[in-house]
């Protein structure tokens, strides 16, 4: 066995460590399987369905109910990644969310997803304190990308959370006396002309 076969063989096994332990440092899975609702309920209002491996929502502005699209499973601490195209209306993504008898379906926070860019990665509550979190428009003028994909990070640990949009904080919070336990959900608003897309939903849990 030559000297050059025996380096590239520690070169090949040193690269494969590498490529494993990244991996198992990531430990992102899957929210959403790309082809189907599996794992998801739709509260009525609204329509989700998927399309080239995104889900995808639409309302009409006649439609006053809130249409949902909720997990089956209820989340604790973690982190999710997603990304998602806002092409009309205003959305959200839910987490921590309570379902409850009323026209929007549950209560808890959301971060906000809007088509003209209203409000971008702010964190609002449902049937709450309202908006807890609310960005400046010059802020986000900086990291929305309009009618194009963009990318949010949403993490929840204990108390503390944070959303990002496109690598940029949006908003933080420290001991926050939320619920530490509830529902993600894709969000329809009532009222309202709605076409947005979400897809590559992915969560690591803690």
Same mark, same amino acid.
């Given at each position: 066995?030559?000297?050059?076969?025996?380096?590239?063989?520690?070169?090949?096994?040193?690269?494969?460590?590498?490529?494993?332990?990244?991996?198992?440092?990531?430990?992102?899975?899957?929210?959403?399987?790309?082809?189907?609702?599996?794992?998801?309920?739709?509260?009525?209002?609204?329509?989700?369905?998927?399309?080239?491996?995104?889900?995808?929502?639409?309302?009409?502005?006649?439609?006053?109910?809130?249409?949902?699209?909720?997990?089956?499973?209820?989340?604790?601490?973690?982190?999710?990644?997603?990304?998602?195209?806002?092409?009309?209306?205003?959305?959200?993504?839910?987490?921590? #969310?309570?379902?409850? *008898?009323?026209? $929007?379906? @549950?209560? &808890?926070? !959301?971060?906000?997803?809007?088509? =003209?860019?209203?409000?971008?990665?702010?964190?609002?509550?449902?049937?709450?304190?309202?908006?807890?979190?609310?960005?400046?428009?010059?802020?986000?003028?900086?990291?929305?990308?309009d009618k194009d994909w963009n990318d949010m990070t949403i993490? #929840?640990?204990?108390? *503390?959370?944070? $959303?990002? @949009?496109? &690598?940029? !904080?949006?908003?933080?919070?420290? =001991?926050?006396?939320?619920?530490?336990?509830?529902?993600?959900?894709?969000?329809?608003?009532?009222?309202?002309?709605?076409?947005?897309?979400?897809?590559?939903?992915?969560?690591?849990?803690?």
């Amino acid at each position: 066995m030559t000297l050059r076969f025996k380096l590239s063989m520690l070169l090949f096994y040193f690269l494969f460590a590498c490529v494993q332990a990244a991996q198992a440092e990531d430990s992102f899975v899957p929210l959403f399987d790309g082809k189907s609702l599996d794992g998801w309920t739709a509260i009525p209002g609204g329509t989700w369905q998927v399309s080239g491996g995104a889900i995808v929502g639409s309302q009409e502005s006649s439609e006053h109910r809130h249409g949902m699209l909720l997990s089956d499973q209820q989340y604790g601490d973690f982190v999710v990644r997603l990304k998602y195209k806002a092409l009309a209306g205003n959305s959200g993504f839910y987490f921590r #969310a309570q379902r409850v *008898d009323h026209p $929007v379906s @549950v209560k &808890g926070f !959301q971060a906000e997803i809007d088509a =003209d860019g209203n409000d971008v990665g702010g964190l609002y509550e449902t049937l709450g304190r309202a908006w807890v979190v609310q960005p400046k428009a010059e802020d986000i003028e900086s990291y929305f990308k309009d009618k194009d994909w963009n990318d949010m990070t949403i993490s #929840a640990i204990g108390g *503390d959370v944070t $959303v990002t @949009v496109n &690598g940029v !904080q949006t908003a933080v919070l420290k =001991d926050d006396p939320s619920p530490r336990r509830g529902y993600f959900g894709m969000q329809l608003h009532g009222g309202q002309n709605m076409r947005v897309r979400f897809k590559d939903l992915e969560i690591k849990q803690y």
